[in-house]
């Protein structure tokens, strides 16, 4: 659980470096920066009622409003608390409804870490701040995401997926940003 938490602490820092006059820029995942960290915090959020067994369509009626409130930085710690929480209490055997189907939450914690991480660098790019991720938040998400590449790309919720240009000598961030169609 220390990578969930070490993930959403990546993300939460990204929002917390954001400019004010940065929340209407566009980011390379084709949102604005405020849409993009309420796309995290409703994920965040959405897991959370996964894990406990609520219906994809209950969990998400239940989220249908606005998620960041009148404080972005408090809807962020919040949510990745209890996400990290709800991780915590499940099994990694536990079915989730996955983008395409069911599938056990050790492959859904994954695609939430991917989520997380990715996300952050997108806020960072689009605020024009130092792009550089935590390089053991890094590590330990690639490793851990590496070897189920094919599997996780299959989910058709990455973008262009990865270059297939990418050097071998290249950094991890670079090999991870590139692998979920981030081309920095």
Do not use: K
């Not at 959403?8 to 400019?19: G, K």
């Not at 960290?37 to 998400?60: I, K, M, P, Q, S």
């Not at 919040?78 to 050790?106: C, K, L, W, Y």
């Amino acid at each position: 659980m220390e990578l969930i938490e070490a993930a959403s602490a990546e993300f939460e820092r990204a929002v917390r470096r954001l400019p004010e006059s940065s929340w209407d820029r566009p980011t390379p995942s084709e949102m604005s920066v405020r849409e993009l960290v309420e796309h995290v915090v409703f994920g965040n959020r959405f897991t959370a009622l996964l894990l406990a067994g609520v219906g994809r369509d209950d969990a998400r009626a239940v989220l249908c409003t606005e998620q960041l409130g009148d404080d972005a930085v408090t809807a962020v710690v919040e949510s990745a608390r209890n996400q990290a929480e709800a991780f915590a209490a499940a099994s990694p055997d536990q079915t989730v409804p996955g983008p395409r189907g069911d599938i056990p939450a050790s492959a859904f914690l994954r695609f939430r870490l991917v989520d997380l991480v990715v996300h952050a660098w997108d806020l960072l790019r689009a605020a024009d701040l130092d792009e550089t991720l935590d390089p053991a938040v890094v590590d330990g998400l690639w490793s851990l995401v590496e070897r189920h590449l094919d599997e996780m790309l299959a989910y058709g919720a990455y973008g262009a997926g990865t270059s297939d240009s990418m050097p071998s000598t290249a950094s991890p961030q670079l090999r991870l940003l590139d692998a979920f169609g981030r081309r920095p």
